[in-house]
């Protein structure tokens, strides 16, 4: 059903924002599958990560690294009857140094869990 | 009605393949509204682009630049009422050098036409 795959994937997104807020990913984990992979443009974590203890290492490195704080801006959404993408802009600060972003994430939805996570980068900031 | 909606994305969509595989883009600059905006993430159209003129410019760069082959394959397609996104892998040539990326793409839809078109990099190829 439709209405459950957004609501299944607003719930996530809650959480993806409450575990970059906070450092505290246990409760946005727990919506995730065991075959959880999850697709990253850039850096350490670049391309395909496989399961849950990568997913744990990303987004508490994730949240490390915008501890000084990171505003995220839900623009809109989209979906079908299993992906969810929620375009946003974020700003804040990334290991001290200035950032801002547009991004695409975009959730594939399995029952009541997040079995795909990809994140794609409209790059607000400085061109590369 | 969200099914105008995607139908309307769908076509745009069709010349945007179109129009990277011959470089004839008259079709798809037909379907953008006069106020258009596009956002892309990088190099010389970084940022955002306004008007129509900009968009022939920036849509015939973009063939000129895969004029060696771009294969698209669209992988999944999300809406609401007023915006579809598209979720594709393209490889190719980009002015001679294997190239290869994911990419999100948001159209906005107002009435028969696309008002705005947003980019994001996925970066299946090189890191950055």
């Given at each position: 059903m439709k209405s459950d795959t957004l609501a299944v994937a607003n719930r996530a997104f809650e959480q993806?924002?409450?575990g970059l807020a906070t450092g505290e990913w246990?409760?946005?984990l727990d919506l995730l599958t065991d075959d959880f992979?999850?697709?990253f443009p850039a850096g350490r974590f670049h391309g395909l990560n496989q399961g849950k203890d990568k997913a744990r290492e990303f987004f508490h490195y994730a949240s490390e690294s915008f501890r000084e704080g990171l505003e995220v801006i839900l623009d809109r959404v989209t979906?079908?009857?299993t992906t969810v993408?929620?375009?946003v802009r974020s700003q804040g600060k990334l290991r001290g140094e200035a950032y801002k972003?547009?991004?695409a994430i975009s959730l594939d939805v399995r029952g009541d869990k997040i079995c795909a996570y990809r994140e794609y980068f409209g790059s607000d900031g400085k061109s590369y």
């Amino acid at each position: 059903m439709k209405s459950d795959t957004l609501a299944v994937a607003n719930r996530a997104f809650e959480q993806l924002k409450h575990g970059l807020a906070t450092g505290e990913w246990d409760s946005f984990l727990d919506l995730l599958t065991d075959d959880f992979t999850l697709w990253f443009p850039a850096g350490r974590f670049h391309g395909l990560n496989q399961g849950k203890d990568k997913a744990r290492e990303f987004f508490h490195y994730a949240s490390e690294s915008f501890r000084e704080g990171l505003e995220v801006i839900l623009d809109r959404v989209t979906s079908n009857e299993t992906t969810v993408v929620f375009e946003v802009r974020s700003q804040g600060k990334l290991r001290g140094e200035a950032y801002k972003n547009r991004i695409a994430i975009s959730l594939d939805v399995r029952g009541d869990k997040i079995c795909a996570y990809r994140e794609y980068f409209g790059s607000d900031g400085k061109s590369y």
